[in-house]
């Protein structure tokens, strides 16, 4: 079956460090793969994705590369503020299974 | 704007108590998606929606209902058969496999 495995937190960072959120999984076929952010009482928001191998999503100056190869889609952002203080879900989809495969989150806190 | 809305934020029941939590969503979205999330932990799916009129079951369904009558309404009701339903309810919705999922604000339940 499909899986999402992901680095586990929490991660602490200081402002303007360079952050990774390792992010692999099992599939079958081709998925789609995406990053979703969550703030503290929120529900989860799309932040990238990438439909097929080698694309990269980016978006807020995050950035995350699909890599068949080595099945992963790391999260990177050069330069974090405290305003990235997050938790950061990896999921894929496979076609017409109907249904995401999340991982169980990374904790983000970003100190001044 | 479109968006999904979940309603209500916050939720109190007495246990032993059925209650319904509303989501609805005008993007025009074929698949809807009802998610719980516990403290410090990852997603878990509850049930999901491809299509007005159906329905499947996700890995936690025991203890829940749904109904998908109209295309932009899925609501979710939590019986008095769920063991511990006091969590963080998260409602979704999707165009297709490659676009990733929209989310709701979520409701919190809390049973006492």
């Known amino acids: 079956g499909n899986s999402v495995t992901q680095m586990e937190g929490p991660v602490t960072l200081s402002e303007e460090a360079f952050l990774t959120i390792n992010c692999t999984y099992t599939?079958?076929?081709?998925?789609?793969l995406f990053w979703y952010v969550q703030y503290p009482g929120e529900g989860l928001q799309l932040l990238l994705k990438a439909t097929k191998a080698d694309d990269k999503g980016s978006n807020k100056g995050f950035e995350a590369t699909y890599r068949k190869e080595t099945t992963s889609f790391h999260l990177e952002k050069g330069s974090v503020q405290v305003s990235d203080s997050a938790v950061y879900f990896c999921?894929?989809?496979?076609?017409?299974?109907?249904?995401?495969?999340f991982g169980d989150g990374t904790t983000l806190t970003v100190k001044p | 704007d479109g968006g999904i809305t979940q309603s209500p934020k916050y939720l109190f029941r007495k246990e032993g108590q059925n209650v319904t939590l509303s989501c609805e969503q005008n993007l025009n979205h074929d698949a809807m998606y009802w998610y719980r999330q516990d403290p410090g932990q990852g997603l878990r799916l509850i049930y999901y929606?491809?299509?007005?009129?159906?329905?499947q079951k996700g890995d936690i369904a025991e203890g829940y209902s749904v109904s998908r009558e109209k295309k932009e309404s899925f609501p979710l009701t939590v019986t008095s058969a769920q063991k511990n339903p006091t969590a963080f309810y998260l409602c979704a919705s999707s165009m297709g496999d490659r676009d990733g999922y929209t989310f709701g604000s979520g409701t919190r339940l809390t049973v006492v």
């Open positions: 929606s491809q299509i007005v009129n159906d329905f």
């Open positions: 599939a079958t076929g081709y998925p789609s």
């Open positions: 999921a894929l989809v496979n076609t017409n299974a109907g249904k995401s495969t």
